[in-house]
C-alpha cells in the first residue's frame, strides 16, 4: 500500500540532515517536553486519585452509602416496618438502625464534646467497616461484668479521645446528654459505661469526636425508647446512591429524608474534584510549551524548505496537501511525545504500586505509602488533549506554508 505524498515527504523531512540537524534537534525536544508533560500528569492524577480513593473508602466504611431518617430529627419509631421495604430495593446489601446525636464523655479527671453513636451490633458490619478499625480492645457494646460483680454497657472510642481523656480498655467513663433538659436546674442524663476498645479510621474528625455504645443504651440515654434516628443504607455499588436514593424517596415519601455519601460530603468530594481538574489543567501548560517548541520548529522548517515547497506547488501541489504534510509533521511529533509519555507514566506508576517506593509516615497519614491509581479515561483526557495541543500548534507554520507563491518561493531561492 502506498502511502500519500504528504506523510511521505512529511516523513522525509522529519529525518536527519546534516544540514537541518539542529532542526531535527528541535524536534526530539519537542518530543520530549510532550512526553515530560503526559508523565506528569498521568503521575499526578494517578496519586491524586489514590488519595481521593483512599479518603473515599475510609469516609464511607465509617459512615455509609445512604441514610434514611424522618424530617425535623423527631425518630422514627415505625422502623422496622420500613427495614424490609429498603431490603427490596436493588443493589441495597445492608440496612442497619442507628442513633446520632451530641453529648459529653467524662472520666475521672477530664470531659470533652463528642458525638454519640448507637449501633445495633448484629446489623452494624452489614454497614459499617468498623470492626476493621478497631486497633484495640474489641468491639463490645453489650453488658461488661465488673470486678465489684455488676455489669456495665460496653462503650467503643475514637483514638484521640482515649488519648486526651487517658483512657483505657476497662476504663469507666460516663456520657451526658442534653436530651429533655429545658433549664439549667434539670439535670442531664446520664449514663456509666466501660470502655471496650478504640477504633481508628485516619480522619481526625472521626477519631477525636465519635463514640459508639449500643442502640438499646442510646435509646436509654437520649430518652428515645422504642426510636432511632434513622437507618444506615450500604449498596453493592457506591455510585448507583443516586439512583437508589430516587427509588427509596418514591417507595416511602413524606416524612422520610434521604441522603447519600456524596450529599454528605459534598464540600470534600466537590473540592477533591475540582483540584484534579485544576491540576490537568495547569499541568497542560507543560505540554503547551513543548507545542511553541512545535511550532518554532515548523516555522524553520518552512523557512528552511521554501524552494521544496515551491517546487511542490509548481508540480500540482495544492494548499490542502501543503498543509496536511506540516500537520502530519505536529501529529508525529504528538503522537510519539504521547506514547512515550504513557510508557513513562505508567511505568512509574505500575513500579509504585509493585514496589512501594515512595513510603509515607504512618503515624502522620493514614496510609504508609503514597497511593496510586491509575484509570483508564485519564490516560484517554490526557491522550486526546496533548494531540490536540500538538496539532494546533502546526496550523499557523501549515497555513504560511500552504500560502507560499510557488513562483517567488522558486525565484529567490
Known amino acids: 500500500m502506498k502511502l500519500p505524498y504528504e506523510l511521505f515527504i512529511a516523513r522525509r523531512y522529519l529525518q536527519s540532515r546534516r544540514k537541518s540537524g539542529f532542526i531535527n534537534l528541535i524536534t ?9 508533560g503526559v508523565a506528569a500528569l498521568i503521575i499526578v492524577l494517578s496519586v491524586m486519585n489514590g488519595f481521593e480513593s483512599e479518603v473515599r473508602n475510609r469516609i464511607i ?16 419509631d415505625d422502623f422496622q416496618s420500613v427495614i424490609p421495604v429498603l431490603k427490596n430495593i436493588k443493589h441495597v446489601v445492608g440496612v442497619s438502625p442507628y442513633i446520632l446525636d451530641k453529648g459529653m464523655i467524662r472520666n475521672s479527671s477530664a470531659s470533652s464534646g463528642i458525638f454519640i453513636r448507637g449501633a445495633d451490633l448484629s446489623t452494624l458490619d452489614d454497614v459499617s467497616d468498623l470492626r476493621k478499625n478497631i486497633v484495640y480492645g474489641d468491639l463490645e457494646l453489650g453488658m461488661v461484668a465488673q470486678a465489684q460483680g455488676d455489669s456495665l454497657p460496653g462503650i467503643v472510642v475514637g483514638k484521640y479521645i482515649a488519648d486526651d481523656l487517658l483512657l483505657d480498655v476497662g476504663t469507666k467513663v460516663f456520657l451526658f446528654s442534653m436530651a429533655g433538659v429545658t433549664n439549667i436546674f434539670h439535670p442531664p442524663p446520664v449514663k456509666a459505661f466501660i470502655v471496650t476498645g478504640f477504633f481508628e479510621t485516619g480522619f481526625y474528625e472521626y477519631d477525636n469526636t465519635y463514640v459508639y455504645i449500643s442502640l438499646e443504651s442510646a435509646q436509654d440515654l437520649f430518652r428515645m425508647p422504642g426510636k432511632i434516628s434513622g437507618l444506615e443504607v450500604r449498596l453493592d455499588d457506591l455510585y448507583k446512591a443516586t439512583e437508589v436514593k430516587e427509588e427509596i424517596k418514591d417507595k416511602l415519601g413524606f416524612p422520610f429524608y434521604v441522603r447519600t455519601w ?14 484534579k481538574w485544576a491540576m490537568f489543567i495547569i499541568l497542560c501548560l507543560i505540554i503547551l510549551v513543548a507545542a511553541f517548541n512545535i ?17 511542490l506547488k509548481s508540480m500540482g501541489a495544492d494548499r490542502r496537501g501543503i498543509t496536511r504534510i506540516f500537520l502530519y509533521e505536529a501529529a508525529f511529533v504528538g503522537i510519539a511525545g504521547t506514547v512515550l509519555g504513557f510508557i513513562v507514566g505508567f511505568s512509574l506508576c505500575w513500579a509504585q504500586l509493585k514496589y512501594k517506593l515512595i513510603s509515607l509516615p504512618g503515624d502522620v497519614y493514614f496510609i504508609t505509602s503514597l497511593p496510586i491509581q491509575m484509570e483508564f479515561t485519564d490516560f484517554l483526557f490526557i491522550g486526546t488533549a496533548s494531540f490536540l495541543i500538538c496539532l494546533i500548534s502546526a496550523v499557523y507554520p501549515a497555513r504560511r506554508a500552504a500560502k507560499l507563491d510557488p513562483v517567488k518561493a522558486i525565484r529567490y531561492e
Not at 526530539?28 to 515530560?36: D, E, F, K
Not at 466504611?61 to 422514627?76: E, L, S
Request: aromatic share 12%; net charge positive.
Open 262 to 275: 456524596f450529599e454528605m460530603r459534598q464540600n470534600l468530594f466537590s473540592w477533591m474534584q475540582l483540584e
Open 295 to 311: 511550532i518554532s520548529t515548523l516555522i524553520m522548517v518552512v523557512m528552511e524548505k521554501t524552494r521544496e515547497i515551491g517546487i
Open 28 to 36: 526530539y525536544i519537542s518530543i520530549l517536553g510532550v512526553a515530560i
Open 61 to 76: 466504611g465509617f459512615d455509609t452509602h445512604i441514610r434514611v431518617r424522618p424530617f425535623f430529627n423527631k425518630g422514627m
